[in-house]
């Protein structure tokens, strides 16, 4: 296997230096999945990119989302068919880019008595799908009768079941695609970093912005930055960067939340992924993922802190009431739930449309200091956005006398991981993976964990991790993958593991709790970190875990 490019949190004082010194063609701000996607398309179209984001990668709406690269089949519903179309296609196109990031995932569509999905109309709809989203051989819609969709999922209602409709989706890891992302940019000469937080804007005698200065929040470092173009892909931080460049007028953003909930699949064990509605006429997801299900999502208003987005106590019991009245044998409770994620979605505003009716499409603002900037979107259709955003760029510097960039070729870029001719492939590996692990005891839900993760790099954690002779298996493993990640995935503390590299907080919310000072330790001794540091991470930690898993009413916002 050929080594991954060093992506690593310990050279960072190297990296502020340099960045004064260069002019940029293209500086991106904001490491979430649009962002990610306009370094990618860019650096590959030959301009030299600098991507800085104020948190860590991801941290944002890109680790918020369900989690699927889907087409958006409710879309139907609102007749979008341009966006059901796009988002559609662009599924097969980033399965075959990552097919072991980006997983088939079957869908089921119960088709209830009272629901709002009747059987002709499902048929009709799912059909369009396919025809939309080009879906192909196996992948194709199915019809299914009442018998049929039980032995699919024997919890659904049986006294008012009709039938489902069951078609294809794709899973994903939205804050692992986003990571590999970064990482295939680094070999077209991006330069990446996360924790560097944009303060202002520098510009030129006409008025047009030709530069930055951003804080290194890791140092208190100010870093002024030369740049021909600056993409704003900040998402719901879109605004406040328009604000900054005094160009916040017009069209606005409209930020609403979406919630999930995680519980053990003993609680919640279905068999396979499925797409319900409620009586209000949203619809959810309860899907299975090793030894959870998780449940989401909800769509609600938000003027909070962007900052602190949390799940209240009303997200938790609407979710809750959804998940009893599709499977009645099902009797879930707040104490049931162990763990939870509430983002935003960075819409564009629309005057008497409700968070639900909001489109999903992603829009570009052009200000008077030409200033770019992207909003909307669907995790799926990233490619697509970055591809216009970049399009945007091209033109500017046509109008200024250059020449065009070449059109884009990211469907064409493997993304870091993917060394699979296909999904057979990678269920090939897994398996050798397994029995790599077995030997040290690891369960073979861990190996199909770690390729699903990193993809072919699960050989670089392995190597690792066969090479330690003494030790808890399990804590051995974690070690692997928090060195891998500092070395290449530009972890800066503890929480950007647990949290953005590995989903343990929400997925395996117990290895976190029981590996989280050891890893404080290793990563502090790694990355040069001072006790106090150290003990202020676990403290951070600590807070995670309560937020995301202690739900008693009384420590709830309503």
Known sequence: MKKPIAFSGTDRQNQLTNLGAETYDLIVIGGGITGAGIA???????????????????????SKSTKLIHGGLRYLKQFDFWLVKEVGSERAIVHKLAPHLVIPEKMLL????????????????????????????????????????????????????KGAGFYAEYRTDDARLTIELLKTSL???????????????????????????????????????????IINAAGPWVDELRGVDKSRRGKRLHLTKGVHLVFPHEKLPVE????????????????????????????????????????????AIYLISAVNNMFPDIELGLEDIQSSWAGLRPLIHEEGKSASELSRKDEIFVSHSGLVSIAGGKLTGYRKMAERAVNRVSRRMEDAGGKALQPSKTDQIAICG??????????KY???????????????????????????????ILDAFEGYSDGDASWNLVRAELEFGIAYEQV??????????????????????????????????ILGAKKSEVDSWIQEMDRELHHHSAFDLEEFRV
């Open 418 to 427: 993917n060394d699979f001719k296909n999904f057979k492939a990678v269920k």
């Open 40 to 62: 990618l398309d860019a650096s590959s179209r030959g301009l030299k990119t600098l991507l800085l984001e104020k948190g860590d990668f991801a941290s944002g709406t890109s």
């Open 272 to 315: 396979q992924s499925v797409y319900f509605d409620v009586p209000d006429g949203r619809m959810i997801f309860a899907i299975p993922r090793g030894g959870i299900t998780y449940v989401g999502t909800t769509d609600t208003n938000y003027d909070g802190d962007k900052n602190e987005v949390r799940t209240d106590l009303a997200d």
């Open 430 to 460: 897994i398996d050798q993976v397994a029995e790599r692990l077995e030997p040290a005891g690891i369960p073979p839900l861990e190996a199909r964990r770690l390729v699903t993760t990193y993809g072919i790099q699960t050989d670089s």
């Open 492 to 525: 800066q503390n503890p929480m950007d593991f647990f949290i953005r590299r590995t989903g343990r907080l929400y997925f395996n919310i117990e290895s976190m709790r029981a590996h989280k000072e050891a890893a404080a330790k290793l990563c502090g001794k």
């Open 110 to 161: 119960p088709l209830i008595e009272g629901g709002s999905y009747g059987k002709w109309l499902t048929s009709i709809g799912l059909k369009v799908y396919d025809i939309l989203a080009q879906v192909e051989g196996d992948d194709k819609r199915r019809m299914l009768e009442k018998k049929e969709a039980l032995k699919k999922e024997p919890l659904l209602p049986k006294k008012r079941l």
């Open 187 to 229: 070999q077209y000469g991006v330069t990446a970093l996360n924790y560097m937080r944009v303060e202002s804007f520098s510009y030129d005698k006409d008025g047009q912005v030709n530069g930055l200065s951003a804080k290194d929040l890791l140092s208190d470092t100010v870093v002024d930055c030369k740049a021909k173009n």
